[in-house]
C-alpha cells in the first residue's frame, strides 16, 4: 500500500511560426565598398519558445525545413556578399526554438560599390579659378569634372592640405579657402561616392595676390610746361 511521491512535467506547444525583418548594415544603408556586411535582425515569437536561429539565401531559396544546414544561431551576424558591384538582395527566414520556421522571408538589400570615383583637373575651364595662374580672390573656385558609375558623387574636399579636409555636399564648383599672404599656393581635391570610395587627389597652383600696383615717377609729355 506504499505510495510514491507524485511527480509532473509539463511542455510547452508552440504551434506558431516566428516573424521578423533586418537590415544589412547598421542604419541600413544604400550601399557598401566591402563584401563584409553586419545583419541586424528584428525578431518575433509572441508568447511561443524564442527565435533561436535564421537562415540566409542569397539566391530566395527557402530552406528545405527546419533542420536545413542554412540555419545559423541568430547571434550571428556577420554575412560576406559575394564578389561583384551591383546590388545585392538577402532573404531571411526565422526560426524558433520549438523549431517552427517563419512562412515568408525577411528582404533586404544593398548595392555593393568598390570602385573609386574619377576626377580631373586639367584642361580648358578647369582647375583652380578655371584654370587662372593668379587670383586676388581668398576663396577662388575649383573646378573640376568628376564621375561615378555606382553610387554616386557624395563629397568634394579641398584644402592646402594633403589629403584635404574640407568636405561639403558634391558640387563641380567647389571654392577653396587659401591661406593669407601673396604667393604660390597649392590647392588639392578630391571627390567621395556614396559607398566611401575616395578618389585620387590631384592638384592645382595659383598664385594669390592682393598687392595692388604702385605708380612712380608720373610724368606728363616728359616733363614738359
Known amino acids: 500500500g506504499n ?14 511560426a516566428p516573424t521578423g525583418t533586418f537590415v544589412i548594415n547598421p542604419g541600413n544603408p544604400a550601399f557598401t565598398n566591402t563584401v ?22 542569397l539566391t530566395g531559396t527557402p530552406p528545405t ?3 536545413d544546414a542554412c540555419f545559423q544561431p541568430i547571434a ?20 524558433d526554438a520549438a523549431n517552427n520556421v517563419s512562412a515568408t ?6 548595392t555593393l560599390d568598390t570602385l573609386a570615383p574619377t576626377i ?16 586676388n580672390s581668398l576663396t577662388p573656385v575649383f573646378n573640376h569634372t568628376a564621375n561615378d558609375a555606382t553610387s554616386g558623387l557624395a563629397q568634394v574636399c579641398t ?6 579636409t574640407n568636405c561639403v555636399p558634391y558640387t563641380a564648383t567647389p571654392s577653396v579657402s587659401l591661406t593669407a599672404g601673396d604667393g604660390g599656393k597649392t590647392v588639392f581635391i578630391r571627390v567621395i561616392d556614396g559607398a ?20 612712380s615717377n608720373l610724368s606728363i609729355n616728359g616733363g614738359a610746361t
Request: charged share 10%; proline share 8%.
Open 3 to 16: 505510495e510514491s511521491a507524485v511527480t509532473a512535467d509539463g511542455i510547452t506547444l508552440d504551434t506558431a
Open 36 to 57: 563584409n556586411t553586419t545583419l541586424v535582425f528584428s525578431a518575433a515569437d509572441g508568447s511561443g519558445s524564442g527565435v533561436t536561429h535564421r537562415c540566409v539565401s
Open 65 to 67: 525545413g527546419p533542420m
Open 76 to 95: 550571428f551576424t556577420s554575412f560576406p556578399l559575394p564578389l561583384g558591384d551591383g546590388l545585392k538582395t538577402l532573404s531571411v527566414w526565422f526560426r
Open 105 to 110: 522571408p525577411a528582404t533586404d538589400g544593398i
Open 120 to 135: 580631373v583637373v586639367v584642361g580648358a575651364g578647369l582647375g583652380l579659378a578655371g584654370g587662372a595662374s593668379s587670383t
Open 159 to 164: 584644402g592646402e592640405l594633403n589629403p584635404p
Open 196 to 215: 566611401g570610395n575616395i578618389s585620387a587627389t590631384p592638384s592645382d597652383v595659383i598664385t594669390f595676390d592682393q598687392t595692388p600696383p604702385t605708380v
